[in-house]
DNA sequence: CCGCTTCATTGCGTTATCGCAAATACTGAA
DNA sequence: TTCAGTATTTGCGATAACGCAATGAAGCGG
């Protein structure tokens, strides 16, 4: 078994103000982990024997409902947890999580968490602070979805995935990993058809460059008025 | 000051698991106080001075969006802990806390939190669990309102409703407190004319009983069954 | 390099839901 | 008891968004 070096958990906001010993004590315990794309990291309902870290890659959460629509929760970048159904009070966890292109994973026993969080209350802090932050932006998500139109909600999920995962380019800000129409869909509670004509509209218009699983936003500025409502709805 | 009795809170999840002496320790910085109907508790973007738990009534929690539109992000029954911001790390109340009848609340210093959890790790355990819970709450209802039509986001509100609220009568369960058609199209993100609408069809289906600020849902099992889309949509 | 699969585009008809407006009903206070 | 203020109902027209279906483009595996 290769030692995991400290330098990987460093700096993370997860471990954020624990000592160099505490990391290494919580590292002997993780078993880092390569996850291919499109596989999940975890299925929903499954029992939650893990938690972990994503280190490299892109993960998306979906919920899957009873009769078989899809709805993505979130995606996460490197550095942030995914899977802590324990800091929930949850033995299953309650969304799965799928690699959108090949992942890297920290992985520790789920039973860990609880002996983490008591021996080392700041590692607890921070991933309470990460649920809590994580409370604020689904409510966020509910109001827009009660008060606002599909171009708009469209309009914020694209400025959401570019300041999360915007990549700056000739063009403009790509979002940096394999994203369809379908997924975009997925995120507002539309379907892929109005999300392409939203798409073919705003390209027109200069905001937006897109392509097959690709998009690139050109003019942040006039997408945000846009996605605020003060604007150009011709 | 009149002295406050432990066996107020004796028994509520959020002090679940702490001592007598625990208990006396908290209660002694506690300040109880009456909030009459139609006002706030707190403000949504105010300094988030206190953090409370209700001891009677019932609390909306309400978001305003910037161009005035409101949205209930839930309802407070008596023994729920409400404002805890600290809890998620903000300094400001991210929501409104308005009195849907008169209520008494017991309030706390907002610094208090974080020390109460330190010196108390259960009640820091129980107010995460309960951010937790209310993760999940929020994250079915992300799920709800993109895959559900307003038919079914309705019905599931009310019996959401009627399972925290409902009061036995003789025609069926009473949700247990005034309630208006707009405010159950502002939980559900649609009109007060569609959820009229949709009362009055299912009064005449004999599911439900309406009036003025009031509901009672007669045939919960059938209400449920359109909630969960499997049936009699005609 | 070819064929297959997946993804995206777009026209067109349908429909759920909204928004307005007018009428009606209920409640509490004077 | 009456009046004023709110809440509710309901008809009707408008429309945002859906859903289908057909076509076209792009990438991948052999």
Not at 5 to 15: M, T
Not at 68 to 89: D, F, N, S, T
């Given at each position: 078994?290769?030692?995991?070096?400290?330098?990987?958990?460093?700096?993370?906001?997860?471990?954020?103000?624990l000592t160099a010993e505490t990391l290494d004590v919580v590292l002997a315990s993780a078993r880092s982990q390569r996850i291919e794309k499109d596989t999940a990291v975890f299925e929903q309902d499954a029992e939650a024997n893990s938690f972990f870290?994503?280190?490299?890659?892109?993960?998306?959460?979906?919920?899957?409902?009873?009769?078989?629509?899809?709805?993505?929760?979130?995606?996460?970048?490197?550095?942030?947890?995914?899977?802590?159904?324990?800091?929930?009070?949850?033995?299953?966890?309650?969304?799965?999580?799928?690699?959108?292109?090949?992942?890297v994973v920290l992985a520790w026993p789920g039973k860990l968490w609880a002996e983490f969080a008591t021996a080392h209350p700041g590692f607890g802090m921070n991933t309470y602070k990460t649920v809590g932050t994580r409370l604020q932006d689904v409510q966020t998500q509910v109001v827009e979805m009660a008060t606002?139109?599909?171009?708009?909600?469209?309009?914020?999920?694209?400025?959401?995935?570019?300041?999360?995962?915007?990549?700056?380019?000739?063009?403009?800000?790509?979002?940096?990993?394999?994203?369809?129409?379908?997924?975009?869909?997925?995120?507002?509670?539309?379907?892929?058809?109005?999300v392409s004509r939203l798409l073919s509209a705003w390209e027109e218009k200069g905001l937006v460059i897109s392509g097959r699983q690709q998009v690139t936003v050109t003019q942040p500025h006039r997408l945000m008025l846009l996605a605020e409502g003060r604007v150009e709805r011709d």
């Open positions: 078994m290769n030692k995991l070096d400290r330098s990987l958990i460093v700096g993370l906001p997860a471990f954020e103000g870290i994503l280190l490299d890659g892109r993960v998306r959460v979906v919920k899957l409902t009873p009769d078989g629509q899809q709805v993505i929760v979130r995606y996460i970048v490197p550095g942030e947890l995914l899977g802590i159904a324990q800091a929930i009070g949850r033995s299953t966890y309650p969304a799965s999580a799928i690699a959108v292109t090949d992942c606002e139109q599909v171009e708009r909600r469209v309009a914020h999920a694209l400025l959401r995935l570019v300041q999360q995962s915007g990549r700056k380019t000739d063009e403009g800000l790509l979002i940096d990993f394999p994203i369809s129409r379908q997924d975009i869909a997925e995120m507002t509670g539309t379907t892929l058809h109005t």
